[in-house]
């Protein structure tokens, strides 16, 4: 007959704990946490849950930017987190044996053990996979490659021709479709179709993994659950059809045995199949995703953005569309060599475009390494305790005025060497492809890509935008992105028509 009473004293008594537990651990970290004197948000030097928040508003680039016009160089965005915004913590972060990648990564890991060039947190396993992927993205390797990145790009401007003067495009799908099936042959000699046929295109849409994986990252007791390392959740998320489509292609260069020994997949260590074939597949699996995402979302973010502010800045558009067109005679000539490299304004464009969009617009999380035998850690002349997690937003440090002036107008002309403003300063802040040890390794041949859709896509074809006014983005028409782990984007919406004479 007590039970009742006894079940809601309880309850009460665990409440009553809970809020003295919730209590306690905010007075420490406001006013005895070792980070209580470095300023930001609130809610953010109390809970991690600032940070979830954002991302779940996939506004956390954004409200960075602001907390840093608030509070200055350095927030803290979280009870163990601290953001910078500044050249020398720059390099004092990501150019430095004695930091590596925050373990928050782990929740990127999709089973116990396998571990990908993305998050790898151990240096020298990193360096392993990085070694082996820049063997076939490097510089060097690109020449093979040209003739696959031509194919498909001329395949898209075949595209284009079917579209119609008057259709207007959605160019975040088409760029999807364009730059998935260039990395489907790079990484696996495989065709997607994904420009020509609808069976593969479930393979583009990973935004609800990448958007969930965001979240957690800004939670590290779920980065310790490591949740995401169960299969029936990574099946949710993504789909079957997206599991099939990837297997689809693994399978296939399997069966390919050691021909074409150039692309992606065969280069890595995971190609050496184990006697566990499931163990096997999902370590393909997970270097599949990451080589896909890394090779199509920077290149499709970057072609975007900079087509958007083509569209509606038409002094750039037609200052470009005269040096490409004057540079080359026929559009079989554009190709990687001194004459594509002497566009400067080309590659001035898209510079521009990943500044204005960063395609991982977030903050890329390290950590200090602990060892008792070095002195402390000291980032931009300030102490890091143990355990804080560091960083430089990308979004942020792009847009801070004091490195780039006028940060929300497209200006392609701040990158020529002619500029004043193109100095030292300016480059050093510019971070698409981050820098130090792990650095994009596929950063030479994001830039081939790039300059061979614009240089070509111009030469043959003029275009204007369909957007309505109210979806060319925010602050004043910059192209808007959605921080989703990667950036997500819509639009712009164009239609194109054969040049004039």
């Given at each position: 007959?007590?039970?009742?009473?006894?079940?809601?004293?309880?309850?009460?008594?665990?409440?009553?704990?809970?809020?003295?537990?919730?209590t306690?651990?905010?007075?420490?970290?406001?006013?005895?946490?070792?980070?209580?004197?470095?300023?930001?948000?609130?809610f953010?030097?109390?809970?991690?849950?600032?940070?979830?928040?954002?991302?779940?508003?996939?506004?956390l680039?954004?409200?960075?930017?602001?907390?840093?016009?608030?509070?200055?160089?350095?927030?803290?965005?979280?009870?163990?987190?601290?953001?910078?915004?500044?050249?020398?913590?720059?390099?004092?972060?990501?150019?430095?044996?004695?930091?590596?990648?925050?373990?928050?990564?782990?929740?990127?890991?999709?089973a116990?053990?396998?571990?990908?060039?993305?998050?790898a947190?151990?240096?020298?396993?990193?360096?392993?996979?990085?070694?082996?992927v820049?063997?076939?993205?490097?510089?060097?390797?690109?020449?093979?490659?040209?003739?696959?990145?031509?194919?498909?790009i001329?395949?898209?401007?075949?595209?284009?021709?079917?579209?119609?003067?008057?259709?207007?495009?959605?160019?975040?799908?088409?760029?999807?479709?364009?730059?998935?099936?260039?990395?489907?042959?790079?990484?696996?000699?495989y065709?997607?179709?994904?420009?020509?046929e609808?069976?593969?295109?479930?393979?583009?849409?990973?935004?609800?993994?990448?958007?969930?994986?965001?979240?957690?990252?800004?939670l590290?007791?779920?980065?310790?659950?490591?949740?995401?390392?169960?299969?029936?959740?990574?099946?949710?998320?993504r789909?079957?059809?997206?599991?099939?489509?990837l297997?689809?292609?693994?399978k296939?260069?399997?069966?390919?045995?050691?021909?074409?020994?150039?692309?992606?997949?065969?280069?890595?260590?995971?190609?050496?199949v184990?006697?566990?074939?499931?163990?096997?597949?999902?370590?393909?699996?997970?270097?599949?995703?990451?080589?896909?995402?890394?090779?199509?979302?920077?290149?499709?973010?970057?072609?975007?953005?900079?087509?958007?502010?083509?569209?509606?800045?038409?002094?750039?558009?037609?200052?470009l569309?005269?040096?490409?067109?004057?540079?080359?005679?026929?559009?079989?000539?554009?190709?990687?060599?001194?004459?594509?490299?002497?566009?400067?304004?080309?590659?001035?464009?898209?510079?521009?475009?990943?500044?204005?969009?960063?395609?991982?617009?977030?903050?890329?999380?390290?950590?200090?390494?602990?060892?008792?035998?070095?002195p402390?850690?000291?980032?931009?002349?300030?102490?890091?305790?143990?355990?804080?997690?560091?960083g430089?937003?990308?979004?942020?440090?792009?847009?801070?005025?004091?490195?780039?002036?006028?940060?929300?107008?497209?200006?392609?002309?701040?990158?020529?060497?002619?500029?004043?403003?193109?100095?030292?300063?300016?480059?050093?802040?510019?971070?698409?492809?981050?820098?130090?040890?792990?650095?994009?390794?596929?950063?030479?041949?994001?830039?081939?890509?790039?300059?061979?859709?614009?240089?070509?896509?111009?030469?043959?074809?003029?275009?204007?935008?369909?957007?309505?006014?109210?979806?060319?983005?925010?602050?004043?028409?910059?192209?808007?992105?959605?921080d989703?782990?990667?950036?997500?984007?819509?639009?712009?919406?164009?239609?194109?028509?054969?040049?004039?004479?």
């Amino acid at each position: 007959m007590d039970t009742v009473p006894l079940a809601e004293s309880s309850a009460i008594l665990i409440l009553k704990f809970l809020l003295l537990y919730v209590t306690f651990l905010g007075t420490y970290r406001l006013l005895c946490h070792p980070l209580r004197h470095y300023p930001g948000p609130l809610f953010a030097r109390v809970s991690g849950i600032y940070g979830a928040f954002y991302a779940y508003k996939t506004d956390l680039h954004r409200r960075t930017l602001r907390d840093h016009a608030r509070f200055g160089p350095i927030i803290r965005q979280g009870p163990n987190k601290l953001v910078f915004n500044s050249i020398s913590a720059l390099h004092d972060i990501y150019v430095n044996d004695r930091v590596t990648k925050s373990r928050a990564y782990l929740v990127t890991q999709r089973a116990p053990g396998v571990y990908g060039v993305f998050n790898a947190i151990d240096k020298q396993l990193h360096q392993a996979k990085r070694k082996l992927v820049s063997r076939v993205v490097n510089k060097k390797s690109l020449r093979a490659l040209e003739p696959t990145i031509n194919h498909q790009i001329d395949i898209f401007l075949h595209q284009l021709s079917l579209s119609g003067s008057r259709a207007s495009l959605n160019m975040t799908k088409v760029f999807k479709y364009l730059t998935m099936d260039i990395m489907g042959h790079i990484a696996f000699s495989y065709p997607f179709n994904l420009q020509t046929e609808e069976t593969h295109r479930c393979i583009t849409d990973t935004t609800n993994a990448n958007y969930l994986l965001n979240i957690a990252m800004q939670l590290p007791f779920i980065a310790g659950l490591r949740i995401f390392n169960f299969s029936c959740l990574r099946a949710l998320i993504r789909g079957n059809r997206y599991r099939q489509s990837l297997e689809s292609a693994i399978k296939y260069r399997i069966s390919q045995g050691h021909q074409g020994q150039h692309e992606l997949l065969y280069m890595t260590d995971t190609m050496a199949v184990p006697d566990d074939e499931n163990a096997s597949m999902e370590a393909m699996r997970n270097e599949a995703i990451f080589f896909l995402g890394a090779g199509s979302d920077t290149l499709s973010s970057t072609l975007s953005a900079l087509f958007h502010y083509l569209s509606v800045n038409r002094r750039c558009y037609e200052r470009l569309t005269s040096e490409i067109r004057s540079t080359f005679a026929d559009k079989s000539e554009i190709q990687d060599g001194p004459r594509l490299a002497s566009c400067q304004y080309l590659r001035a464009c898209i510079d521009e475009a990943l500044r204005m969009c960063p395609p991982l617009p977030g903050t890329l999380w390290r950590q200090g390494v602990i060892d008792a035998d070095k002195p402390p850690l000291f980032i931009d002349g300030h102490y890091i305790p143990p355990g804080t997690e560091i960083g430089v937003n990308t979004y942020a440090l792009h847009y801070n005025a004091d490195y780039f002036p006028e940060p929300y107008i497209f200006k392609p002309e701040r990158w020529l060497p002619s500029h004043a403003a193109a100095s030292a300063t300016v480059k050093a802040a510019f971070i698409p492809f981050s820098i130090g040890p792990r650095a994009c390794v596929g950063k030479a041949m994001a830039y081939l890509e790039a300059s061979l859709v614009v240089a070509k896509t111009l030469w043959a074809y003029d275009f204007e935008t369909t957007t309505p006014d109210n979806r060319k983005g925010v602050e004043g028409g910059v192209y808007s992105i959605n921080d989703m782990l990667v950036a997500s984007h819509d639009g712009p919406y164009l239609c194109f028509h054969p040049r004039k004479g």
